[in-house]
Each structure stands twice: as structure tokens, then as C-alpha cells.
């Protein structure tokens, strides 16, 4: 009775943040003016291909490197070298940590990659690929905001960078060359 009772208020929390991050983001996006003619507009296919190419690997970089003190962490457990709250403080500081460093390292890179792709590659093309909608505003020329970068910060949904890094890939090999 107590895990259901612990498991609606950390899903009402949860809820309570996103529908918090979502309201942010549209405020945002309605507050920046149209965008002007951006250096990332102006390159080539195969030059965005790098560009993302070298955002994507670094989103996996910074994945594996948590994932695998995670992996660590529950590896002690099991040898009852740590308890289960020590586990858990572990798990929490490096979700903290790895929503940091990407947030300093990848998170605007992956936000205007991302973008540029999906302007470049028709819908119909990338319709196979699984990645997190975006959010739509009521007003169509007030723009879009992808559910990736809705929250403030990577930390409440650290886990879904590494589906943004597989969109990223996928979007990569569906662009044609020059």
C-alpha cells in the first residue's frame, strides 16, 4: 500500500515538473523573434553531416561514461559493499552530473542540429524514426519546441538523451550528399 502511495506522489512530482517545463519552453518560444539566417542554414549536407555527427557521438559519450558508473555503483550493491540508499544517492549524482555536462557541452548543439535536420529531410522521409513529438503551440507561426528541450535542465529527463542522440544519427544517414 505504501509503494502506491509513494509511487502517485513521485508520479504526480514528476508530472507537475514536466507541465512546469512544457509552460517554460512555449513561453520561450513565443518570446523569440523569427529567426534570422544562421551560419548552420548556410552549410552543406555533408558539413551538417560532421557537425552532427560530432554532436551525437558526444551525447553517447557522455551516456556511456554514466551508465557505466551506474553500472558500477549496482555492481557494490550486489556485493553489499554499499546499501540500497547509497545506491540510490549514487544513481541521483550521476544523473545530476551527466544533465550537467550535457547541458554545458551538448544541449544547444543537439537543439540547433536537431532543427536544422528535420528542416532538411521531409517528413515523409523521417516518419520511421523514433524520437519525442514537439510541442505545438495553438498560434502555427509562433513555432515549435522539441519535447527534448522543454524541461529547464536534462536532469529530470537525463534519459531521454540518449533517444535524441539515436534521433540524431538517424537523421544524419537519412541526408542526402551534396
Known amino acids: 500500500m505504501l509503494s502506491y502511495a509513494v ?18 519552453g ?51 550493491k550486489a556485493k553489499h559493499e554499499i546499501t540500497e540508499e547509497q545506491y540510490g544517492e549514487i544513481w541521483v549524482e550521476n544523473l545530476r552530473r551527466g544533465g550537467e ?17 528535420r528542416k532538411r529531410i521531409p517528413p515523409e522521409s523521417r516518419k520511421h524514426i523514433i524520437g519525442l513529438p514537439d510541442l505545438l503551440p495553438a498560434d502555427p507561426k509562433e513555432g515549435s519546441v522539441p519535447l527534448y528541450f522543454a524541461a529547464p535542465t536534462m536532469e529530470a529527463n537525463y534519459g531521454f538523451t540518449h533517444l535524441l542522440a539515436r534521433e540524431i544519427e538517424q537523421l544524419v544517414k537519412l541526408l542526402p550528399d551534396d
Request: hydrophobic letters at 40%; charged letters at 30%; proline letters at 2%.
Open 26 to 76: 512555449l513561453m520561450l518560444a513565443r518570446s523569440s523573434a523569427p529567426p534570422a539566417k544562421t551560419t548552420i542554414d548556410q552549410l552543406s549536407n555533408s558539413e551538417l553531416k560532421q557537425r552532427a555527427t560530432r554532436v551525437y557521438r558526444r551525447i553517447d559519450e557522455i551516456d556511456q561514461f554514466y551508465d557505466e558508473a551506474n553500472r558500477r555503483a549496482k555492481d557494490r
Open 101 to 117: 555536462e550535457f547541458d554545458k557541452s551538448a544541449r544547444a548543439e543537439a537543439a540547433i542540429v536537431l532543427d536544422e535536420l
Open 7 to 24: 509511487v502517485f506522489v513521485f508520479g504526480g512530482a514528476l508530472l507537475c515538473f514536466y507541465w512546469w517545463g512544457i509552460n517554460k
